[in-house]
């Protein structure tokens, strides 16, 4: 196999598994759109197309939403990363000794790194 079809081989490898669905080999490297035809063991084929893999839903949004970051610091995150990028909100109390006022500056957080492995 290629490199490409090989990686596209390990993602769908992960997926489903050997021991439920067999690869059709007939097609083998030439196989594009759908990228594999599967075989269940009951017989019944079906084709899966890789497109991307990505670790999470974060993971894609961080790669895949222009100014994503940019948009966090501001403190318009999809609710969903929040706990995942560990936001914390920065504020400053420019408030008097009788009354704080708090205003927000900016979210802080970490970005996961992920590997090929991962």
Do not use: C, W
């Amino acid at each position: 196999m290629n490199k490409k079809k090989n990686f596209e081989y390990i993602i769908v490898s992960t997926i489903y598994n050997e021991n439920e669905y067999k690869y059709n080999e007939i097609n083998g490297e030439k196989q594009e759109k759908p990228d594999f035809i599967l075989r269940r063991n009951n017989g019944i084929e079906f084709g899966v197309e890789v497109t991307e893999l990505y670790y999470n839903e974060t993971s894609a949004r961080l790669k895949k939403r222009p100014k994503y970051v940019e948009d966090i610091k501001r403190g318009e995150i999809d609710k969903r990363d929040i706990k995942l990028l560990h936001v914390n909100s920065l504020y400053l109390d420019i408030g008097n000794d009788n009354e704080p006022d708090y205003q927000f500056l900016f979210n802080n957080f970490t970005i996961p790194q992920y590997t090929e492995n991962d």
